[in-house]
């Protein structure tokens, strides 16, 4: 099932998920993944709808933790440290993960206020011009900072939905994460924002590493180093069928399924 | 199919019967409106009367107020300071244990407990005022003259206290509508960022619910000026202009009563004067009301 041994990988990894289960109750949503995500790549989750992409990304920065019937089973590694052992804080955790979310979800404040939240509640000790300069930072690297420079003082929710995705990308920023967890990004947006973030993510990726739950296979195809292909099984429990170097998953898949689900036969 | 037949009702009777439900709803509606334009005409009759006898000067400057005694004085203050000190003491109470209710309802408690609380939350509410009244007339200010011995038996500390437990359902179920309605992407995007429970209620959620806040702790102060029982009984019936909590005072409503249970003559000034603070205390809560409205609009973080 997994080949990642096999894999010439240049960076350490960044999260590995080992012999990773995650229920819902007595419902398994996600059984048996082992995953390792290479430091400074992009990786695409991709399958059918309902196999557990969001289940498996979320669980990565713990966020199901918010979800009072979610439980996880086995390991995820980040610097070597199971994320889930006891004593482990969520919240420093999710402070180093970041997520971007499948509808922007910009705060019912300014466009500066948005970006400055992260560190104000890190309790970072900035001045006034530290601030506004990660601000600046923060929009620049969402490639935001130029349509918006003139109005930060603008509510957030004031911009365009392709615009509040790149904001919540600067919120994200902001708070200097090591891993960028994006579900499904750019469902919400038309086709120019689309390449807007895709283009972002390729400039990210030389700071961050990024993971992305995808529906769409062009997308995975043009704008991922690695694709992982979930599916569910007779259970209704998601597994990870194939992962590999995104070239590989996409010409030669290893899997029959695989090769189904690329080429539109099912999902 | 012509035209003319989409003007025709398919089925005449209940063509009629709608009509006659639309004029029902209106009926309905009109009398509430035509009762409450008629209160208001009558309070302004009757102050004018009022005012035709007294001046409004008076009114607004003379310090005593003495309709009942032989030396008639009518300086409003002293039943306007007893509202305003029995209602800012019961708001101390009712907004910050109110809020604090709200929010652990809301981002703390898990189902279980939201669904068993609210509830009786809300039995607090349901509590005749005048059981409030008792209490804090029997229970409450024996209590408290332990630790002030120079508490009198008739005090707005009591009354406003009290007054305040009355109230911390209204600001705390009010407001717990207003956070829970906040969706859920915004606590999603906070956590996501690494807040703790209290910073997501504290700095994200709080203040995208804003308005429905405020608007509760209007409603809730509007309440407490014009609640007439729990005051009546337990703050006394002696006006005098002080913000000192611990004597005797008498509220609007306090005074309302008293001259409504006496013998008061039907058309004479004492009878009038009823009027004329019935007419202050519609002004306070129609201002209270407007200022509500003002700053809904103004704190509103849209959210979608
Ligand atoms: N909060 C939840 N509570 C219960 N079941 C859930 C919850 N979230 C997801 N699931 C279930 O887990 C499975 C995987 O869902 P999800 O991870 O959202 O899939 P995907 O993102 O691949 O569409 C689905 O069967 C879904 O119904
Ligand atoms: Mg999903």
């Known amino acids: 099932m997994t080949i990642i041994h096999e894999m010439d990988r240049s960076n350490p990894n960044a999260i590995e998920a080992r012999n990773m289960s995650v229920y819902y109750g007595s419902f398994r949503a996600v059984k048996n993944v082992n995953l390792a995500i290479e430091k400074n790549r992009i990786t695409a989750l991709i399958g059918p709808s309902g196999c557990g992409k969001s289940t498996v990304l979320r669980s990565f920065n713990r966020m199901n933790d918010l979800v009072a019937s979610a439980r996880v089973e086995g390991e995820i590694l980040f ?3 199971n994320i889930y052992a006891p004593g482990v804080d969520p919240v420093n955790v999710r402070r180093r993960i970041g997520m971007v979310f499948q509808k922007p979800n910009p705060f019912p404040k300014s466009i500066y206020e948005n970006v400055a939240y992260g560190p104000r509640i890190n309790g970072w000790k900035l001045s006034k011009s530290q601030m506004d300069e990660l601000v600046e930072r923060s929009l620049r690297g969402a ?14 929710l004031s911009l365009s939905g392709g615009q509040q995705q790149r904001l919540c990308i600067a919120r994200a920023l902001a708070v200097e994460p090591e891993v960028i967890l994006m579900d499904e990004p750019c469902s919400a947006l038309d086709p120019i924002s689309t390449l807007k973030i895709e283009e972002l993510m390729f400039e990210l990726r030389q700071n961050y590493t990024i993971i992305i739950v995808t529906h769409n296979m062009q997308q995975a195809s043009r704008a991922s180093d690695y694709t992982a292909f979930f599916l569910m099984d007779s259970d209704r429990a998601g597994q990870l069928i194939e992962y590999g170097p995104t070239s590989q998953i996409f010409q030669n898949p290893k899997d029959e399924r695989t090769e189904q689900y690329i080429s539109g036969r099912f999902g | 199919m012509a035209v003319t037949d989409l003007r025709k009702p398919i089925n005449p009777v209940r063509a009629i019967g709608e009509r006659i439900i639309q004029i029902a709803l209106l009926l309905a509606a009109a009398v509430s409106i035509f009762t409450t334009a008629g209160i208001v005409f009558s309070l302004i ?20 107020w003495t309709p009942l005694f032989a030396n008639q004085r009518f300086g409003i203050w002293p039943l306007v300071s007893a509202t305003v000190l029995t209602s800012a003491i019961a708001m101390v109470v009712a907004v910050p244990l109110g809020l604090i209710a709200a929010i652990f309802l809301s981002e703390f408690a898990n189902d279980r407990v939201r669904r068993t609380v609210k509830p009786l939350l809300e039995i607090l ?8 009244g008792y209490f804090a007339l029997t229970f409450l200010t024996p209590l ?16 406003g206290l009290i007054m305040g437990v009355m109230l911390i359902p209204i600001v705390a179920s009010l407001s717990e509508d207003a956070l829970s309605a906040v969706p859920n992407s915004l606590r999603e995007a906070a956590y996501g960022l690494g807040s703790t429970r209290f910073e997501v209620a504290v700095h994200v959620i709080l203040p995208a619910a804003i308005s429905g806040v405020i608007a509760s702790i209007v409603l809730a102060f509007s309440r407490a000026v014009g609640e007439t029982m729990i005051v009546a009984i ?24 008293q ?5 008061t003559p039907y058309g004479s000034l004492s009878y ?4 004329a603070v019935g007419f202050t205390l519609f002004l306070f809560t129609f201002v209270l009301n407007i200022f509500s409205y003002w700053m809904v609009r103004k704190f509103r973080e849209v959210y979608d």
């Open chain 2, 45 to 64: 009759f009757e102050t004018i009367a009022f005012f035709s006898e007294v001046s409004i000067i008076e009114f607004l400057t003379d310090t005593e």
């Open chain 2, 125 to 132: 509410a349901g509590i005749p005022t005048v059981v409030y």
């Open chain 2, 144 to 159: 408290l003259r332990n630790f002030i011995p120079t508490l009198s038996i008739f005090n707005s500390l009591s009354a």
């Open chain 1, 79 to 81: 610097h070597g440290e």
């Open chain 2, 272 to 275: 009038h004067t009823l009027y």
């Open chain 2, 259 to 263: 001259v409504s249970l006496g013998d």
């Open chain 2, 234 to 257: 337990a703050a006394g019936q002696n006006p005098r202009l002080t913000f000192d909590p611990t004597v005797p005072v008498m509220t609007m409503t306090s005074y309302i009563v």
């Open chain 1, 143 to 156: 490639a935001l900072w130029d349509e918006v420079k003139d109005k930060l003082n603008q509510n957030g």
